[in-house]
């Protein structure tokens, strides 16, 4: 999947899982060509697709136990009518999965229980392996722990369970460009 940290760590996985279980592990890279031919994309795309609205019914449910319902099907109905938003759905980019991930990300960073913030950083640190901005999220997540109206001891907890959830991660990734250079 490219060079040490030049290229996407999770999207050629996930292309390359597709291609073993859906192509028969067929070559997908056209050496005349150098292109890629994934021969059932159309159902790559679909799973794509059902990710995004998997992604918004569970926002939908994180917004209506916090607010009040209506708003969630305003924001849930706006979402899933953006064409802008959709646009990246319909073909085979790293967008897809990030904006999915990403509105699991804020269900997660809305529902507000401890609990879910080792989550939060595992689900960053995925982010991460799918767009390196990701990286700067964990900062954004921490100024909203701290906006909060909780207990100082609560809202240490949250942030060392979003940044051990964030290592973990990170760490998987160092060692395997470690590995993988052979130093």
């Known amino acids: 999947s490219g060079g040490q940290g030049s290229a996407s760590f999770l999207y050629p996985r996930i ?4 291609n073993k279980v859906f192509n028969k592990n067929k070559n997908i890279i056209d050496t005349n060509s150098n292109k890629i031919i994934l021969e059932k994309y159309k159902l790559f795309i679909f799973f794509q697709i059902l990710l995004f609205y998997v992604s918004i ?19 849930s109905i706006v979402i899933v009518l953006n ?4 646009q990246w759905h319909l073909s085979i980019l ?3 999965i990030f904006i999915s991930l990403l ?9 507000n229980k401890k609990i879910y913030y080792l989550s939060i950083g595992l689900l960053i640190g995925v982010l991460y392996m799918q767009r390196t901005v990701a990286m700067l999220y964990p900062l954004i997540i ?10 100082i001891k609560e809202k240490i907890t949250k942030i060392f369970l979003l940044i051990l959830g964030f290592s973990l991660i990170i760490l998987i990734i160092g060692f395997h460009n470690f590995y993988r250079a052979n130093i």
Request: a neutral charge.
């Open 83 to 86: 064409p802008v938003i959709v």
């Open 57 to 75: 019914l569970f926002l939908h449910s994180a917004l209506s136990k916090n607010f009040n319902n209506r708003i969630a099907n305003l924001i």
């Open 94 to 96: 790293t967008e897809s």
């Open 103 to 111: 509105i699991i990300l804020i269900s997660l960073v809305i529902t």
């Open 142 to 151: 921490i100024f909203y722990i701290f906006l909060n109206n909780e207990l």
């Open 15 to 18: 292309i390359f899982i597709f």
